[in-house]
């Protein structure tokens, strides 16, 4: 476990992906982790629009007394809230120390977004008056804030970047199926473009996210055999309309509270992927995503054959990138060969084409795939042709190799012993029956660090015994150390 | 001047595209307003790519101590920074009021980033080290937050949107070409996909950024006659890399500090479109950044005439949608034609292409352009192939028609009394001589509420006398009040 998170920290800094700041808690994200975020974004954003949400911004700040009128939901965020109390700061004249200004202290302090709930309810308030301003679908890009005790780069950061879709609805069956929707929309995009294998659960109401009636959840196994939450969404019944007097006159003309969902992904995906395929040699990224998915290195020894070299490394590059892939050509002289392999594997680009004046004579290119090792010399047309399909494959087969982890990590366990003796040696996804108690819940987390991930909405529902009371159980439950 | 300040409000509510948060100063931007902002984003965005740039994020908060280390920065900001003192928040058991928890008090406070130079030169301090990492070519696209007094949406607002470029440099000369590239592709981008002319000048050292050498603007003139600033590129010269210690080594291996430069535009460019070609029927969008290019609005009387509408509506938008165009169909049953014909001029939708049971029958539409009012009915086959052309045409029409309203309120003024009488009477730009010192600038402010909006970079250079102390003058600067 040691080595994998030392690993882990050595890869985001290595590829370039991130570092911590002088802020605790907070990261920088570099610009190789940026664009791998932009390729996240992107097809998040289509696929929201695809099923008719449209992007809205609201106010980083939220008034404590909103935070308040929802008391569940206050009382999940308390512990890890920024809050602003001045809006001026001051110099000292003399020891030219600064400030916060005594005298432009907030009336009522403001707190920096943890999630937005409140100030979008209080905002929908105005907007929906009849049952023909329902549904309102809307979605937020934003940063959010959540003071973090032990942070990790990506996984668990005080400031990280997010969309959270808020959605309004005048049935409890609508919103509970949006909330539905969007799960099967985020596992659909994970599995699809993340290529990582998901469970679809409902949360338990111990790991409710703090105001909803229901969590669902989509939960994936990372390499050192801990459980990550990728993503949630809720069914938030009439809690946050009921807070906000957020009413709508029904087609009877009768006045009914709205019904909610609100649902999120964030930078932590970024986590997700790098846990997901990473190796030895560093990062593997899906082709659909990765911000390089062909790296071209030209290979010379003297200045005749560095022209041309990189000049057909380039037309090899144009070719393709006309194609609409992502390539990048690494003539830089100041590297050799082997230090650029090295670290174009670290960054996990998936394929690697390697053109020297032999394969430029022959009209040939040199292929190395990244998650598998192999290589291949096959003439230049042949790699051109084949290259958008090499990467549909690697796609395929990155997730296969996901799947084959998870499965093989899986088990299925009736005693608690068994339970606690696989945490212990190697970890990994424990489905087990559990009585639907807080307080079996909560001694079997004391007792061996593991939570209840989900209750899965697929697989087998046949009942059994509680392995920790031996009560009666509906099904097994999905248990797991967790980030 | 009242009367465009009320319009302006209106229309940003009934168009739908902001409004005011419970938390002053801060805006919500609705969903037809964040369309808006997406379609500047976009070219923007690729702009940068394809002059070498990459993105990247860096926190939220910056520790006050790092505000303090550049001295004109500090003070610059000072007046107007959010202070984040406490990481915690508790409900009173009692009273249940929710307060900073005072055991939870940060030993440093955080700013909420008002801008991002301090928090990155403390970053790029690690990334550079040799003349081979530079230069350093970064954007970000963030949030900042600026108290704001006398808030206006989108124009002057507490937290508001942009993107801030930092580049770190190995000369002088390159961090000045760099600044000067980037003040042209932001008056390329204004003024091919916002239609607004604007003048390129650099700004007087009282103008200029906290923190910077040399301030570039491009400022452009509103429909009530007052300026504003558009966006901003400065050359920082080497202040930051001296206040965080940012070092390179040269060619000939000798330590220097780096050139720095920053630019940015924001939300405020969204106040600037509505303020060059709105007219009193509401908001008139450039087709390049409307969220709707064309909408089509479909009229019947009976059911039978609705079918058949309705489908010849979507028939018609499917057909330019695959184009490539942003068309909406308004089949909505609710309201009236005429409602709809408003709603969507005041939405500013360059088209409006309406299709009745005769115009069904006989193969044609009735087309009618927001900008001028004209309407014409032709065949449909003609009005697609015709389209893309009108958008075209549309687009160099408002920016026209813009120009020419600039340049009939551009006045070149010799004596300060025909100043201060233009000012009274219209506003505008004015083109006058100024003896270059602060103490005469400040003088003109406070006597007539004008300020120098910038020392343009084109134009005459042709010497003079200051209009308000006789002195000399090396070239006339441009006047105006300014938002």
Same mark, same amino acid.
């Given at each position: 476990?040691?080595?994998?998170?030392?690993?882990?920290?050595?890869?985001?800094?290595?590829?370039?992906?991130?570092?911590?700041?002088?802020?605790?808690?907070?990261?920088?994200?570099?610009?190789?982790?940026?664009?791998?975020?932009?390729?996240?974004?992107?097809?998040?954003?289509?696929?929201?629009?695809?099923?008719?949400?449209?992007?809205?911004?609201?106010?980083?700040?939220?008034?404590?007394?909103?935070?308040?009128?929802?008391?569940?939901?206050?009382?999940?965020?308390?512990?890890?809230?920024?809050?602003?109390?001045?809006?001026?700061?001051?110099?000292?004249?003399?020891?030219?120390?600064?400030?916060?200004?005594?005298?432009?202290?907030?009336?009522?302090?403001?707190?920096?977004?943890? %999630? /937005?709930?409140?100030?979008?309810?209080?905002?929908?308030?105005?907007? *929906?008056? #009849?049952?023909? !301003?329902?549904?309102? &679908? =809307?979605?937020?890009?934003?940063?959010?804030?959540?003071?973090?005790?032990?942070?990790?780069?990506?996984?668990?950061?005080?400031?990280?970047?997010?969309?959270?879709?808020?959605?309004?609805?005048?049935?409890?069956?609508?919103?509970?199926?949006?909330?539905?929707?969007?799960?099967?929309?985020?596992?659909?995009?994970?599995?699809?473009?993340?290529?990582?294998?998901?469970?679809?659960?409902?949360?338990?109401?111990?790991?409710?996210?703090?105001?909803?009636?229901?969590?669902?959840?989509?939960?994936?196994?990372?390499?050192?055999?801990?459980?990550?939450?990728?993503?949630?969404?809720?069914?938030?019944?009439?809690?946050?309309?009921?807070?906000?007097?957020?009413?709508?006159?029904?087609?009877?003309?009768?006045?009914?509270?709205?019904?909610? %969902? /609100?649902?999120?992904?964030?930078?932590?995906?970024?986590?997700?992927? *790098?846990? #997901?395929?990473? !190796?030895?040699?560093? &990062? =593997?990224?899906?082709?659909?995503?990765?911000?390089?998915?062909?790296?071209?290195?030209?290979?010379?020894?003297?200045?005749?054959?560095?022209?041309?070299?990189?000049?057909?490394?380039?037309?090899?590059?144009?070719?393709?990138?006309?194609?609409?892939?992502?390539?990048?050509?690494?003539?830089?002289?100041?590297?050799?060969?082997?230090?650029?392999?090295?670290?174009?594997?670290?960054?996990?680009?998936?394929?690697?084409?390697?053109?020297?004046?032999?394969?430029?004579?022959?009209?040939?290119?040199?292929?190395?795939?990244?998650?598998?090792?192999?290589?291949?010399?096959?003439?230049?047309?042949?790699?051109?042709?084949?290259?958008?399909?090499?990467?549909?494959?690697?796609?395929?087969?990155?997730?296969?190799?996901?799947?084959?982890?998870?499965?093989?990590?899986?088990?299925?366990?009736?005693?608690?012993?068994?339970?606690?003796?696989?945490?212990?040696?190697?970890?990994?996804? =424990?489905?087990?029956?559990?009585?639907?108690?807080?307080?079996?819940?909560?001694?079997?987390?004391?007792?061996?660090?593991?939570?209840?991930?989900?209750?899965?909405?697929?697989?087998?529902?046949?009942?059994?015994?509680?392995?920790?009371?031996?009560?009666?159980?509906?099904?097994?439950?999905?248990?797991?150390?967790?980030?």
């Amino acid at each position: 476990m040691q080595a994998v998170s030392e690993w882990y920290a050595e890869v985001v800094e290595r590829a370039g992906l991130a570092e911590h700041s002088p802020i605790r808690g907070c990261m920088t994200i570099k610009p190789y982790g940026w664009a791998l975020w932009e390729n996240i974004q992107r097809p998040l954003d289509e696929a929201f629009k695809a099923t008719g949400h449209t992007n809205a911004y609201f106010p980083l700040f939220i008034p404590l007394s909103f935070l308040a009128r929802e008391a569940a939901h206050v009382e999940g965020f308390a512990q890890e809230c920024a809050v602003v109390t001045h809006y001026r700061i001051k110099t000292d004249p003399v020891t030219k120390s600064v400030a916060p200004d005594p005298e432009a202290e907030l009336e009522e302090p403001l707190v920096v977004r943890p %999630t /937005s709930e409140t100030i979008i309810w209080n905002t929908f308030k105005n907007w *929906i008056r #009849s049952y023909r !301003d329902l549904p309102l &679908l =809307i979605n937020q890009w934003a940063n959010v804030v959540r003071w973090e005790k032990r942070p990790r780069l990506f996984l668990r950061t005080t400031e990280f970047l997010w969309q959270e879709g808020h959605t309004a609805h005048a049935t409890a069956e609508e919103a509970l199926a949006e909330a539905r929707r969007m799960l099967d929309l985020y596992a659909d995009f994970i599995q699809n473009y993340l290529a990582i294998p998901v469970v679809k659960g409902r949360k338990t109401p111990h790991e409710r996210f703090a105001g909803a009636v229901e969590t669902f959840t989509v939960e994936t196994l990372l390499i050192d055999g801990k459980a990550l939450q990728a993503g949630t969404s809720h069914f938030l019944g009439q809690n946050f309309a009921k807070a906000f007097e957020v009413r709508f006159l029904n087609a009877k003309n009768e006045l009914e509270y709205v019904w909610a %969902t /609100s649902w999120g992904v964030s930078t932590r995906l970024i986590g997700a992927v *790098i846990l #997901s395929h990473g !190796d030895e040699k560093g &990062l =593997i990224l899906p082709p659909r995503i990765a911000p390089i998915q062909g790296v071209i290195v030209p290979i010379w020894r003297n200045e005749a054959e560095e022209k041309q070299v990189v000049e057909a490394a380039y037309r090899l590059a144009d070719s393709l990138k006309k194609a609409g892939f992502r390539l990048h050509v690494d003539a830089d002289p100041q590297h050799r060969p082997g230090w650029k392999f090295n670290e174009w594997e670290m960054k996990g680009v998936p394929l690697r084409l390697v053109l020297g004046p032999r394969e430029v004579a022959e009209g040939t290119v040199e292929v190395a795939w990244r998650h598998t090792g192999e290589k291949r010399t096959l003439s230049l047309e042949a790699a051109i042709e084949a290259f958008p399909k090499w990467l549909e494959t690697i796609q395929t087969e990155l997730f296969q190799r996901a799947y084959q982890r998870i499965k093989a990590s899986t088990f299925t366990v009736d005693s608690y012993d068994e339970m606690r003796t696989i945490l212990e040696e190697k970890g990994g996804f =424990i489905l087990a029956h559990w009585d639907g108690n807080t307080e079996t819940e909560i001694a079997i987390k004391e007792e061996t660090g593991a939570t209840i991930r989900c209750i899965p909405l697929e697989g087998s529902q046949e009942p059994g015994r509680c392995i920790y009371t031996g009560r009666p159980s509906v099904q097994r439950v999905l248990f797991a150390r967790a980030y």
